[in-house]
């Protein structure tokens, strides 16, 4: 079965660093289109970055709000994406989800983010 | 960036048929786009339903179908069902990243 699972998110105050985890199963980070998404409470989905797959090169891409403050990476030996994120601002509280692209088509149960003084 | 639209609000009949749009501020809506659609209800994490403008999954109702229509991408709905109600967004891609259209709350009244 494929899946995706996140975890990490929690409580943290303006300006600190928080790391998300995505461990998949079912099918290869490797060779996946992977994303971070998030969605404010009460607000739609945002597209936070992605990470191609390792034969395109694995190259990443970050939506303008997180460029500079936000890293995607990816551990092929743990099938597992993750999200570092620093200077985190009030603005980042969110629900975030992973997510698989193309063929794959999977989301996570999201995990949330609460950046908060 | 690009913005993308969606219609905030549709409203179909149980039995009907209703169609989703998705626009771009940059122009046309292609292929070279690569548009998803995904479901969300409330509470719950989003699901995609369509990727690369018609594709669909196991999971995909028959009844549901994506396509380009009129320089946009749609959604189209045909036998609605109460179990269809929900937000539906659609997402495009642009050079050096995607971007997520607004939503389109769908109600079946």
């Known amino acids: 079965e494929v899946q995706l699972v996140e975890s990490g998110g929690g409580l943290v105050k303006p300006g600190g660093s928080l790391r998300l985890s995505c461990a998949a199963s079912g099918f290869s980070v490797t060779n996946a289109w992977m994303n971070w998404v998030r969605q404010a409470p009460g607000k739609g989905l945002e597209w936070v970055g992605r990470?191609?797959?390792?034969?395109?090169?694995?190259?990443?891409d970050y939506a303008a709000p997180v460029k500079g403050r936000f890293t995607i990476s990816r551990d092929d030996s743990k099938n597992t994406l993750y999200l570092q994120m620093n200077s985190l601002e009030t603005e980042d509280t969110a629900v975030y989800y992973c997510l698989a692209l193309q063929s794959i088509g999977c989301w996570g149960q999201g995990t949330l983010v609460t950046v908060s003084s | 960036q690009a913005v993308v639209t969606q219609e905030p609000s549709l409203t179909v009949s149980p039995g009907g048929t209703v169609t989703l749009t998705c626009g771009s501020s940059?122009?046309?809506?292609?292929?070279?786009?690569?548009p998803y659609w995904f479901q969300q209800k409330p509470g719950q994490a989003p699901r995609t339903l369509i990727y690369?403008?018609?594709n669909k999954y196991s999971w995909t109702p028959a009844r549901l179908s994506g396509s380009l229509l009129g320089g946009k991408a749609a959604l189209t709905l045909s036998g609605a069902q109460p179990d269809d109600e929900a937000e539906y967004y659609c997402m495009l891609s642009y050079s050096g990243g995607r971007v997520f259209g607004g939503g389109t709350i769908l109600t079946v009244l």
């Open positions: 990470i191609t797959r390792k034969i395109d090169g694995g190259a990443t």
């Open positions: 690369d403008t018609s």
């Open positions: 940059t122009g046309a809506v292609t292929s070279g786009h690569y």
